[in-house]
């Protein structure tokens, strides 16, 4: 699609395959949200469920007896490179009325950061250290985010950053030129990614991105995106923003991850 190649996102409309899925997965996010073995995952002082591996499904998007998981956005992702993967268990992510709050551990900075720029990140890029330093350890494929209800744009949406997908790839593949594939998840990123990061929140436009249940959001896996505050009109069917995402590890490692796309 032609936004997904110029803006670094799409979205696909509500079709039935998916809505189907969505009622489903929405049943086993209510048994994530409410399960003691999961009590850690609600950060922020209680208003952001983190979610990671949360979602019962297995490697093909089957959860709570739904079908496995279809659909135009399946569709396109499965001719993209690194084609359709095994499914990892999906992030269920879910905001809360007051989000942001400090996370437990949370630095001033990094807490104004997450308020002001919407904790605006690119995904696989893993902080170590103190200070911490970044490295390309989970090199992903893709995003894919999947509304599991209603939610209005002010209730802590997803906010992405159109055309910031180029701009860090270009910047990635220059810091990696002429390093061995084996050393490339050794190489730190820090300075090219926050000084690419700035520039592209001078030059990229900021972007809500809002979708109804049963349709599907589609992220190129350097596109640079967060999470926004939690207005106080806000409006969201009970109470909370659900979305699942799935974020399965590029075939081939860095240097597909680095690749021109196709």
């Not at 093909?60 to 279809?70: D, I, M, T, Y």
């Not at 270009?170 to 810091?175: N, R």
């Not at 690419?196 to 599907?216: L, M, Q």
């Not at 590029?250 to 680095?258: D, I, Q, Y």
């Amino acid at each position: 699609m032609k936004d997904y190649l110029e803006k670094g996102w799409c979205v696909f409309p509500p079709e039935p395959a998916l809505q189907d899925w969505v009622r489903h997965a929405a049943r086993d996010a209510e048994r994530a949200l409410n399960d003691p073995a999961l009590a850690h995952l609600h950060q922020c002082g209680g208003t952001w469920f983190v979610g990671l591996d949360a979602l019962a499904n297995d490697a093909e998007g089957r959860v709570a007896g739904s079908g496995p998981l279809a659909g135009r956005a399946v569709d396109f992702l499965a001719a993209q490179p690194g084609g359709w993967p095994a499914l990892h268990r999906a992030q269920l992510s879910v905001t809360f009325p007051g989000y942001p709050q400090p996370r437990e551990g949370e630095t001033g900075p990094a807490f104004r950061y997450r308020l002001n720029r919407d904790a605006a990140h690119v995904d696989g890029l893993i902080g170590e250290g103190t200070p911490k330093r970044r490295f390309v350890r989970e090199p992903h494929a893709f995003i894919l985010g999947i509304p599991l209800n209603d939610a209005g744009r002010d209730a802590a949406p997803l906010v992405v950053w159109d055309g910031s997908h180029r701009m860090m790839q270009q910047a990635f593949q220059a810091v990696f030129r002429g390093c061995p594939p084996d050393l490339m998840s050794e190489r730190d990123v820090t300075e090219i990614y926050q000084e690419t990061r700035r520039r592209v929140f001078e030059s990229c436009a900021r972007v809500v991105v809002t979708a109804p249940p049963g349709s599907a959001i589609v992220l190129h896996r350097m596109t640079l995106h967060g999470v926004a505050p939690w207005a106080k009109a806000a409006d969201a069917a009970g109470g909370r923003r659900m979305i699942a995402y799935f974020r399965p590890e590029m075939p081939g490692g860095v240097p597909a991850w680095l690749a021109p796309d196709a």
